[in-house]
């Protein structure tokens, strides 16, 4: 029998913080990035092999994290496990005090229906935004290259080549990749399609056709969107929309 990974997601537009809840998944994540968006999270039971960067930790029941926005990671699963995330706007941590962004986060975890922390797993989650610096949440690469990370985020719908991209730089296509790598920590291909389905996700609470979603984000058919809408969520976009809510 097909094992069924169920994923809650939570998101609170008043405050731009999303709570997505893994319970006895065996979902694996390819390598990918958060935009402008500070990660953290608490293993609630099992364990997960975490690589950050070039670093790679494994992460058992009660262990924390954190990600800061763009940098490359995966997650894959050793064991079943259940895994709380907080996805955190960058400009919260830029404009408020860590006390107001520990008290958003505590009232998002309160009316979460299924999570059911101690008080002891509480802070050791809140205590990740403690080692942070707000001069560390800042990115910066080389202009041409921001100029096509900003590109690419913002309109990640555009069918633009990678010959396209490279030939508006005046650069050559391979020392574009090169370069865009380096300071993005994915190909540009990676990045676009990343950020489709992020953009996807968007879309998906707000529109109920798949069709609609999957040529609006860029993506040749409902097939092809489908099959990395999977990759990088861990669910079919028909399960995203039922495992999703949102607070206004």
Do not use: W
């Not at 633009?160 to 508006?168: G, N, R, V």
């Not at 609006?216 to 999703?244: A, M, N």
Request: some cysteine; aromatic content about 8%.
């Amino acid at each position: 029998m097909q094992k069924v990974n169920k994923i809650q997601y939570l998101y609170d537009r008043n405050v731009d913080i999303e709570l997505i809840l893994c319970i006895d998944s065996e979902i694996s994540y390819p390598l990918h990035n958060h935009v402008s968006v500070l990660t953290i999270g608490l293993v609630l039971c099992g364990s997960i092999s975490l690589t950050v960067g070039d670093n790679s930790y494994t992460c058992k029941k009660d262990s924390s994290f954190s990600i800061l926005p763009y940098v490359p990671h995966t997650i894959k699963a050793q064991n079943p496990y259940s895994l709380l995330t907080l996805c955190i706007n960058k400009n919260i941590i830029n404009n408020c005090s860590k006390d107001e962004i520990k008290n958003k986060i505590r009232h998002l975890l309160a009316v979460t229906g299924e999570l059911e922390l101690t008080e002891i797993q509480t802070i050791q989650l809140l205590n990740c935004l403690d080692s942070l610096d707000n001069a560390s949440l800042s990115y910066s690469t080389e202009p041409f290259i921001n100029s096509a990370k900003k590109q690419i985020e913002r309109y990640p719908e555009r069918k633009l080549s990678i010959d396209e991209m490279a030939h508006s730089l005046y650069i050559s296509k391979y020392h574009f990749i090169r370069t865009f790598k380096q300071a993005v920590g994915l190909t540009p291909h990676q990045f676009q399609i990343q950020n489709r389905v992020r953009k996807a996700q968007h879309m998906l609470n707000d529109i109920d056709s798949i069709t609609e979603v999957a040529l609006t984000t860029g993506f040749c058919d409902q097939s092809h969107f489908i099959k990395h809408f999977e990759r990088y969520v861990g669910l079919t976009p028909t399960v995203y929309k039922i495992s999703c809510k949102i607070l206004t």
